[in-house]
C-alpha cells in the first residue's frame, strides 16, 4: 500500500524590501496574505491572521521609529512554523514604552509580537538590525 504525502513549502518564498513610509504597511499586510494563501498545507484562519499581524506590527514599528529609509522583509514557511524576518537600518532595539491608552502614540507593538510569537531575537549589527520571530503554523 502506498501513501500519498502532501507536499509541503520549506523554501524561502518571499523577500521584499520597502521604503519607510506608512503605505509600505499595507504593502506587507498584502505581501504576507499572499504568501500564506499560497502555502501547502494551508495554514488556518487564526494563525493567517496571527502571522500578518505580527508582520504589521514589525512594519509600523520601522516605519514609527527606525532610522534609515528602507528595510526588508523575509517570510519562510518550515514544517511546524513560519519565520518572519524584518531587517532596518537602525541598530538600536526595540523598547517597550508604556502603552498610551489616551493619546493614540503606541506602546502596544513590540509586546503583542513578544506575545504572539514562539520566539523572538533581536540581532544588532553596527549599522541595522534584524528581528526574527518565529510563529506557529
Known amino acids: 500500500m502506498r501513501t500519498q504525502h ?18 509600505s504597511v499595507t504593502d506587507a499586510r498584502d505581501l504576507t ?4 494563501a499560497g502555502l501547502t498545507p ?4 487564526q494563525a493567517a491572521a496571527t ?12 516605519v514609527r521609529h527606525a532610522r534609515g529609509a528602507l528595510c526588508s522583509l523575509h517570510l519562510q514557511a518550515q514544517h511546524d512554523g513560519i519565520t518572519i524576518t524584518v531587517s ?11 502603552p498610551d491608552l489616551e493619546g493614540g502614540t503606541g506602546g ?3 509586546p503583542m509580537v513578544q ?3 514562539r520566539t523572538v ?4 549589527y553596527a549599522t541595522s538590525k534584524t528581528i526574527r520571530a518565529e510563529l506557529a503554523r
Open 108 to 110: 502596544f507593538g513590540w
Open 6 to 23: 502532501t507536499p509541503l513549502d520549506t523554501a524561502p518564498l518571499e523577500t521584499a524590501t520597502f521604503a519607510k513610509r506608512p503605505e
Open 51 to 62: 502571522i500578518e499581524l505580527v508582520v504589521s506590527e514589525l512594519i509600523t514599528n520601522v
Open 88 to 98: 532596518d537600518a537602525d541598530p538600536r532595539p526595540p523598547r517597550e514604552r508604556d
Open 121 to 124: 531575537s533581536v540581532t544588532r
Open 115 to 117: 506575545q504572539l510569537a
Open 33 to 36: 496574505r499572499a504568501f500564506v
Open 42 to 45: 494551508a495554514v488556518g484562519a
